[in-house]
C-alpha cells in the first residue's frame, strides 16, 4: 500500500497561484493513477473530484470548475504529485487530498482510490 503526505497548503489571497504537493512513499508511483480532490466547506459532498492523471501521465482529467486554471502532474522518478493552482478564487478554499488507483483509468470516483492523504488546507481571501 502506497503511503501518501500532502505538503504546500496555505493562506493566500485572490488571483495569486500556490502549488501544493504530494509525497509517495511504499511503492512505487508507476504502480498507480493519482488524482486530487477537495472538501469545501459546507457543502454535502466529502470530497469532490479536482483532477486525476493516470500512471504514466496519459491521460489526464479535471472537473470543469478548475479546467483551464489548474494543472496536475506526477513525478514518477521522485514519488511526488503537484497540483499547480493558478488564478485562486475564493470558492477555492478547501481541504485538498492526494490519492491513489491501482485502476489503469483515473477516473473521478473518489471511491476508486484507495490510498489518501491527510489532506492540506488552502484558504483564499478576497
Known amino acids: 500500500q502506497v503511503e501518501l503526505v500532502e505538503s504546500g497548503g496555505g493562506w493566500v489571497q485572490a488571483g495569486v497561484s500556490l502549488t501544493p504537493s504530494c509525497a509517495a512513499s511504499?511503492?512505487?508511483?508507476?504502480?498507480?493513477?493519482m488524482g486530487w480532490f477537495r472538501h469545501i466547506p459546507g457543502k454535502e459532498q466529502d470530497r469532490e473530484f479536482g483532477?486525476?492523471?493516470?500512471?504514466?501521465?496519459?491521460?489526464?482529467n479535471y472537473e470543469d470548475s478548475i479546467k483551464g486554471r489548474f494543472i496536475i502532474s506526477k513525478d514518477n522518478a521522485k514519488s511526488m504529485l503537484y497540483l499547480q493552482m493558478n488564478g485562486l478564487k475564493p470558492e477555492d478554499t478547501a481541504v485538498y487530498f492526494c490519492?491513489?488507483?491501482?485502476?489503469?483509468?483515473?477516473?473521478?470516483?473518489?471511491?476508486?482510490?484507495?490510498?489518501w492523504g491527510q489532506g492540506t488546507q488552502v484558504t483564499v481571501s478576497s
Open positions: 490519492a491513489a488507483t491501482t485502476r489503469l483509468k483515473a477516473s473521478g470516483d473518489s471511491s476508486d482510490f484507495t490510498s
Open positions: 511504499g511503492r512505487p508511483l508507476t504502480e498507480y493513477g
Open positions: 483532477a486525476s492523471i493516470t500512471r504514466f501521465g496519459g491521460s489526464i
